[in-house]
């Protein structure tokens, strides 16, 4: 819900275009800039926003092929 309020903040999803595809690129878009607003805030209150947990099962190693 917070992405569809915030693309709500910047216009909603009422776009005024001719044509499917040019209203297809307006929403995405607008997502995007969304996307990029969320990681600066991200960034600016200094949360890792690609933080992965470390996996508690066995670490796999990649052995070469003997041929």
Not at 33 to 44: D, I, P, Q, T, V
Request: glycine share 8%; hydrophobic share 50%; charged share 20%.
């Amino acid at each position: 819900e917070h992405a569809f309020a915030g693309i709500r903040h910047m216009g909603g999803k009422f776009v005024r275009t001719i044509g499917q595809a040019r209203a297809t690129v307006a929403m995405t878009m607008m997502a995007a800039c969304y996307n990029l607003k969320r990681l600066a805030s991200f960034l600016e209150r200094g949360v890792d926003a690609f933080f992965k947990p470390a996996t508690t099962k066995a670490q796999v190693r990649l052995q070469t092929a003997k041929a």
